[in-house]
């Protein structure tokens, strides 16, 4: 399927490894034009090497910090006009409410919603200005369904993806479409150190351990970054202009509401 996006400009924030260079990669090879960002230019090269491997594609590379104004700021220097805006960004430590700082909660709504909804709110009108728009934000799947330990993560993505939905009603009318993409475990370098720590204390095998944390879900194994990458692409296309303000779990099956 072509999804119409060919020549489009899309920025992938927190693009240098794991979901956000999936996301980066399945747009370049439908012809996007692909700014990636982070905050480490080595880091970025390297990534922009794996994309032109992978789909033959140049990209740009913008070095900022998504958590600061400054670094949202030379992301849009450089795109000042995007058709896509994938947003992503690292998420805050785990811990019960009892061990979190005021500092903690700070961070947390700062990094996983205020920053994001900056970038919404500095491109959405003229994404809506020229007819065509699709933002994306990587949040979690433990949103819909947490665990006591994710309270930071939780709590701050949720705001991010209820102004997503609001924000959709002003939008979706000139083909600017916001949704939300909630990833279960995939195999990305945060869940590496889960699957070490659970290698080091059942003292198994690294690949032992990634086969124990997939089996947890009803798939029986870990997603591949490269499914979720395609999927965001979707949602990026021009055939998917009718849909906005959702909130789709990329788990596995793990999900186990109704909504």
Same mark, same amino acid.
């Given at each position: $399927?072509?999804?119409?996006?060919?020549?489009?400009? *899309?920025?992938? #924030?927190?693009?240098?490894?794991?979901?956000?260079?999936? #996301?980066?990669?399945?747009? %370049?090879?439908?012809?996007?034009?692909?700014?990636?960002?982070?905050?480490?230019?080595?880091?970025?090269?390297? %990534? %922009?090497? /794996?994309?032109? +491997? *992978?789909?033959? *594609?140049?990209?740009?590379?913008?070095?900022?910090? $998504?958590?600061?104004?400054?670094?949202?700021?030379a992301v849009l220097a450089a795109c000042p006009d995007p058709d896509i805006l994938i947003n992503n960004n690292h998420g805050p430590r785990n811990?019960?409410? +009892? +061990?979190?700082?005021? +500092?903690?909660?700070? /961070?947390?709504v700062n990094n996983n919603m205020l920053s994001p909804i900056a970038m919404i709110r500095a491109v *959405?009108?003229? $994404?809506?200005?020229?007819?065509?728009?699709?933002?994306?934000?990587?949040?979690?799947?433990?949103?819909?369904s947490p665990t006591v330990d994710m309270g930071l993560s939780v709590a701050a993505r949720a705001g991010l993806m209820a102004l997503a939905k609001a924000a959709q009603f002003d939008t979706v009318a000139e083909n600017v479409t916001i949704n939300n993409l909630l990833p279960g475990p995939f195999r990305t370098d945060r869940l590496a150190g889960l699957a070490q720590r659970r290698a080091a204390s059942e003292n198994i095998d690294i690949e032992e351990a990634y086969r124990r944390i997939g089996q947890r879900g009803p798939a029986g194994r870990i997603g591949d970054p490269a499914e979720f990458g395609d999927a965001c692409a979707f949602l990026c296309s021009a055939q998917a202009g009718y849909i906005s303000g959702q909130s789709l779990a990329i788990d596995g099956g793990a999900y186990r509401g109704l909504f």
């Open positions: $399927m072509d999804l119409g996006i060919a020549g489009r400009r *899309a920025i992938i #924030c927190a693009s240098s490894k794991g979901l956000g260079l999936a #996301c980066a990669t399945s747009l %370049a090879r439908e012809g996007a034009v692909v700014w990636i960002n982070g905050r480490d230019d080595g880091r970025l090269q390297s %990534a %922009a090497q /794996s994309i032109f +491997e *992978a789909t033959g *594609a140049t990209v740009r590379r913008v070095v900022g910090d $998504m958590n600061t104004a400054d670094g949202r700021a811990g019960h409410q +009892e +061990e979190l700082s005021d +500092e903690d909660w700070l /961070s947390a *959405a009108g003229g $994404m809506r200005a020229r007819g065509f728009g699709r933002i994306v934000n990587i949040t979690s799947a433990q949103v819909k």
